[in-house]
């Protein structure tokens, strides 16, 4: 299976930080990369897919770039509502979809 | 507006068995492949299987800590999909989500979730 690791595993941050989460896979995915918000006690939400298509109904602040191996999602300013965890996940070996261990952003 | 809706989840003994449920509404559920994604208590993701459209075959795909125990149907006239869970282990205890697969591009709509727990 492809490994997937995020780091960091946890930052604290203020509101209006820009935030940058890193998401490595264990071989080349090239751009079968997505991004997930959660909050405690909800289900996951996609927020960006194929590495940097923005889902319908997310905000611009969330950008995702990346390919190959090494991903980035950033959050250009921070705001209450964006304080979660942040999972990626691969869609490259279907169906075996796996995730990285997720991020957890909380407020400084 | 797409919903889904898992039930079925409860407590249940080591080596027991339960069945979950999903309804889906509001998207063509005959053309959605339907996956099964869980979280330990205080983990991460982990997808569980899968089962593609009629259309493409109806095959269904499993992780490998439940293979030969889970398995998966449609039923797409009452729009459900069902997670069958056998010969359960404490390791199984998760919150289950039922969501559909967005092409390649990930998993674009989720269930609440509905909590198992395998424990004597």
């Known amino acids: 299976d492809i490994q997937m690791t995020q780091s960091p595993s946890s930052l604290s941050a203020s509101v209006g930080d820009r935030v940058t989460i890193t998401c490595r896979a264990s071989?080349?995915?090239?751009?079968?990369l997505n991004w997930y918000q959660q909050k405690p006690g909800k289900a996951p939400r996609l927020l960006i897919y194929a590495a940097s298509t923005l889902q319908s109904g997310v905000p611009s602040r969330f950008t995702g770039s990346g390919s190959g191996t090494e991903f980035t999602l950033t959050i250009r300013s921070l705001q209450p509502e964006d304080f979660s965890t942040y999972y990626c996940q691969q869609s490259y070996s279907t169906p075996t979809w796996t995730f990285g261990q997720g991020t957890k952003v909380d407020i400084k | 507006e797409v919903q889904l809706v898992e039930s079925g989840g409860g407590l249940v003994k080591p080596g027991g068995s339960l069945r979950l449920s999903c309804a889906g509404s509001g998207f063509s559920f005959k053309d959605a492949y339907m996956s099964w994604v869980r979280q330990a208590p205080g983990k991460g993701l982990e997808w569980v299987g899968h089962i593609k459209s009629k259309v493409n075959g109806g095959t269904t795909d499993y992780a490998a800590p439940v293979k030969g125990r889970f398995s998966i149907s449609r039923d797409d006239s009452l729009n459900t999909v069902i997670l069958q869970m056998n010969s359960l282990k404490t390791e199984d205890t998760a919150v289950y989500y039922c969501t559909t697969e967005f092409y390649s591009n990930g998993y674009n709509n989720w269930g609440q979730g509905t909590l198992v727990t395998v424990s004597s």
């Open positions: 071989q080349s995915i090239s751009n079968y």
